[in-house]
């Protein structure tokens, strides 16, 4: 079964898109609430390549981002592997039963977790197979908190 956007816009939020200098966390202006982008069929080419871990299927379709007001998304980043990103759209929703039961399956699948509240700094959840794994780095211009599988569960549980 092939997904839509359809009247989702959550990553019209999330997203920062350079070709229109629309910086992440803040609305897009082509973005109608409930509705969907104003340009959808001529809208940028970093939307156009964008795909969210709901729309490929990942996720249960009741769990679409605008729903839940977390974009997650599935990167492959070399060294590491598989890091889920969990975008916030709405203050607050980073918090969620959804949020925390999706960050737990994917640590105990060794993936790595990216939460990325909007007001609070980033963090970077390893599974227990990076515990070693020594990182400083900032997501914009907030510093990512990383933290170990073991200190992971007792933040989760």
């Not at 997203?15 to 340009?39: D, N, R, T, Y």
């Not at 729309?55 to 592997?81: A, H, N, S």
């Not at 780095?137 to 200190?151: K, N, Q």
Request: proline fraction near 6%; glycine fraction near 8%.
């Amino acid at each position: 079964m092939e997904r839509k956007c359809g009247e989702c816009t959550a990553c019209c939020k999330t997203h920062g898109v350079f070709e229109i200098q629309k910086m992440a966390g803040v609305w897009c202006p082509k973005s109608v609430l409930s509705k969907g982008c104003s340009v959808y069929a001529d809208r940028p080419g970093e939307c156009r390549d964008f795909a969210c871990a709901w729309l490929m299927g990942f996720i249960d379709e009741q769990y679409r981002p605008d729903k839940t007001k977390i974009v997650p998304e599935y990167r492959i980043v070399t060294g590491i592997g598989t890091i889920l990103w969990l975008w916030e759209v709405r203050k607050g929703a980073i918090r969620s039963k959804f949020v925390n039961a999706w960050t737990l399956r994917n640590l105990l699948a060794g993936n790595c977790i990216m939460q990325v509240p909007l007001a609070e700094p980033p963090v970077l959840f390893l599974p227990e197979r990076l515990a070693d794994l020594q990182l400083a780095f900032d997501l914009g211009e907030r510093r990512v908190a990383v933290l170990p599988f073991s200190t992971s569960r007792k933040f989760l549980c």
